[in-house]
């Protein structure tokens, strides 16, 4: 069951309108890192962890912390999108270059879809899906995507800082900042405490039936020769790193039966 509150976790109101930055906000919003994807992603691992309950109620904590996150960008953006132009005319925009370059560089979709008000799209139109959301029922697995999910979000956060000059915007993004570092070190911590329980290699029980003469060796299929600085090189399960230089094909020339000529529309 979820409660909601109107109050939100933290401030989000800019100083002023800005309708480029409500479209660079939709990123953290509605992309592939974005808030959205956290929610969904934590909240599905949690609802379907069956195992220690700690790590599932840390799941559960943290994606519905991001719900609030969620509804700060999205208020944000209502925010910056007040009083945002939707027409001008040719000579308005003809004797005001700021004009033309603010309506040439608002998203369309905030007015002609969303009614001035945020969405679940990327800055470009791309709508979010749940393709982007991770959940495998894996733990280890699903700890280490957070990981990514987290550091790849705090990276978009901090270059949405460096995109605007207003404190009250800056003010949210510095929270967010602090709320992804937390993130990431937590996420960290139970993907390590997973990791000395359950091993490194995920899932960690097909040792015994992979070619395991190819499980520590580096193959170089490029000119380069830089992996090599990794031979004999201790990896995290105990076993040295191997390198094999130029590797050859082992499995030869495949010799697949011809589909039914009637597959083929009459042509070769």
Do not use: I
């Given at each position: 069951?979820?409660?909601?509150?109107?109050?939100?976790?933290?401030?989000?109101?800019?100083?002023?309108?800005?309708?480029?930055?409500?479209?660079r906000l939709?990123?953290?919003?509605?992309g592939q890192w974005g808030e959205t994807t956290g929610m969904m992603s934590y909240l599905s691992q949690g609802w379907s962890s069956t195992g220690d309950e700690k790590y599932k109620d840390l799941l559960l904590d943290t994606g519905t912390e991001e719900i609030g996150h969620v509804e700060m960008i999205s208020t944000m953006i209502g925010y910056l999108l007040e009083g945002a132009p939707i027409h001008a005319s040719e000579a308005e925009l003809k004797n005001d270059?700021?004009?033309?370059?603010?309506m040439s560089g608002m998203d369309p979709e905030h007015g002609l879809v969303?009614?001035?008000?945020?969405?679940?799209?990327?800055?470009?139109?791309?709508?979010?899906?749940?393709?982007?959301?991770?959940?495998?029922?894996?733990?280890?697995?699903?700890?280490?995507?957070?990981?990514?999910?987290?550091?790849?979000?705090?990276?978009?956060?901090?270059?949405?800082?460096?995109?605007?000059?207003?404190?009250?915007?800056?003010?949210?993004?510095?929270?967010?900042?602090?709320?992804?570092?937390?993130?990431?070190?937590?996420?960290?911590?139970?993907?390590?405490?997973?990791?000395?329980?359950?091993?490194?290699i995920v899932p960690g029980d097909m040792g015994d039936i992979?070619?395991?003469?190819?499980?520590?060796?580096i193959m170089n299929f490029s000119d380069g020769?830089?992996?090599?600085?990794?031979?004999?090189?201790?990896?995290?399960?105990g076993h040295k790193f191997e390198y094999q230089e130029n590797p050859e094909a082992m499995g030869g020339v495949p010799k697949t039966k011809p589909a039914d000529p009637r597959f083929k529309n009459n042509q070769g």
């Open positions: 069951m979820f409660r909601h509150t109107r109050k939100l976790q933290y401030n989000a109101k800019p100083d002023r309108p800005d309708p480029l930055m409500a479209r939709q990123e953290a919003l509605g270059p700021s004009l033309a370059a603010m969303h009614g001035m008000t945020a969405s679940l799209n990327n800055p470009n139109g791309a709508a979010w899906n749940a393709g982007y959301v991770t959940s495998s029922g894996n733990l280890v697995a699903d700890m280490r995507f957070n990981v990514v999910r987290e550091s790849e979000a705090r990276l978009q956060v901090s270059r949405l800082y460096y995109m605007t000059k207003d404190e009250g915007v800056r003010d949210m993004l510095k929270f967010l900042l602090a709320r992804e570092t937390q993130h990431q070190l937590q996420f960290m911590e139970a993907q390590k405490e997973l990791e000395d329980k359950y091993g490194v992979e070619h395991s003469q190819f499980a520590h060796t020769e830089g992996s090599r600085e990794f031979e004999g090189k201790v990896a995290k399960d």
